[in-house]
């Protein structure tokens, strides 16, 4: 059993939705939504409204928390590489890094491309 969470959208009991209504008849309240797993915000909020209503109030300082980059980003042959897999039969078992930019490809054993280890997160190739 997952355990029930609750939508981090800061807005969610604003929204006047059945499923949201609470307490006796004299006494009705809206409340924020409560889950076990959501759509939205990686996991976090019940819809793209509240998504939305997140990142309007907290946005900004997430950016200031994580930190601004003040450099462009550059995407050179060392950093263009990602997984791909041959589907066409009969080589659909056949593996390898791709690099978008030169076109070049390296051959990954199935267990590199499974387990993810031979491409960093930001495209370097590390075998
Ligand atoms: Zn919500």
Redesign the pocket.
């Known amino acids: 059993m997952s355990q029930l969470k609750?939508?981090?959208?800061p807005?969610?009991?604003m929204?006047d939705t059945k499923d949201r209504k609470k307490g006796p008849k004299d006494n009705k309240r809206n409340e924020?939504?409560r889950r076990s797993s959501?759509c939205?915000l990686n996991g976090n909020?019940?819809?793209m409204?509240?998504?939305g209503?997140w990142f309007d109030v907290y946005g900004q300082r997430a950016l200031q928390h994580f930190g601004m980059i003040t450099q462009p980003k550059v995407l050179t042959k060392d950093n263009a590489w990602q997984y791909r897999r041959n589907w066409n039969h009969p080589n659909a078992d056949t593996y390898y890094a791709h690099n978008y930019l030169t076109d070049e490809r390296r051959p990954l054993t199935q267990q590199q491309y499974d387990n993810e280890n031979a491409i960093t997160s930001d495209g370097q190739l590390t075998i």
Do not use: E
């Open positions: 609750y939508c981090q959208g807005k969610c009991h929204y924020t939504r959501f939205y909020a019940c819809s409204q509240c998504q209503d």
